[in-house]
């Protein structure tokens, strides 16, 4: 038993070039030598995205970004078709339920009308994967902005300290001092409620403390903690940052 499905050559073609079953291309109409609807599902899922991927795509976007109520983020289009193209084969299985819907005993599907009316749950699909990759890339987006405000920030103001030293200790802590020993932890905890100190995570409230006292350079003493993760400091105070 064979399976029928039409669309446009070049779709077609694109799509016999990922088939690992016996296929026959006459004018607008691919036939798959088989009885599976597993494997018809695999190579619709190619074809609906090489059909129309520019319906697809920007219909996910415009339905997110209506729930979302914000801009999209820069290059979201692109981003979005890269993500989707690599998982063609993933939505395999939301085609086959989409074929269990709609096929009702037929042997053939049109691209176009499954696509445009039929891909209820490849669509679904798609949407999810849209909704995880803007949430993502958003949140890419302020954690730049912020760094970017931060760095500003630091830019702007003369250095009121020549140097700063941070000791990392083994269970998560730390101590920071200026040259003249003077803690600087302690100083700056004496100004924050008991429950501010306990939700402040270890780099921002470093970050917290050197931003209240621009220092020239600071030193890092990892010590024996060479996992420590520095990222958003050494975003903000670059070539300042020091790690012995």
Not at 168 to 181: I, Q, T
Not at 193 to 208: I, K, P, Q, T, V
Request: proline share 2%; with cysteine.
């Amino acid at each position: 038993m064979s399976f029928l499905i039409y669309a446009e050559k070049n779709v077609l073609k694109k799509i016999a070039q990922e088939s690992t079953v016996p296929l026959k291309i006459t004018e607008n109409t691919l036939e798959i030598a088989s009885d599976n609807m597993h494997t018809w599902a695999e190579l619709i899922a190619l074809g609906a995205w090489l059909c129309d991927r520019d319906y697809l795509a920007k219909s996910c976007l415009k339905i997110w970004q209506n729930k979302s109520k914000t801009a999209l983020p820069v290059n979201a289009l692109s981003y979005l078709k890269d993500e989707i193209a690599a998982r063609h084969k993933e939505a395999k299985k939301y085609v086959y339920l989409d074929l269990l819907r709609i096929l009702c005993g037929k042997q053939s599907i049109n691209m176009y009308g499954y696509v445009h009316f039929g891909a209820v749950n490849l669509k679904r699909f798609y949407q999810s994967l849209t909704n995880r990759l803007m949430r993502a890339l958003k949140q890419k987006e302020e954690e730049e902005a912020f760094i970017k405000a931060l760095q500003l920030l630091v830019r702007a103001q003369v250095p009121q300290i020549p140097l700063v030293k941070i000791f990392l200790k083994k269970d998560g802590d730390f101590e920071m001092y200026d040259e003249k020993g003077n803690d600087l932890k302690r100083e700056y905890l004496r100004e924050l409620s008991l429950e501010e100190r306990n939700s402040a995570g270890r780099e921002d409230l470093m970050m917290s403390i050197l931003i209240s006292i621009v220092p020239a350079k600071v030193d890092i003493i990892i010590g024996e903690c060479d996992d420590a993760k520095f990222s958003l400091l050494q975003a903000v105070f670059s070539d300042r940052i020091n790690i012995v």
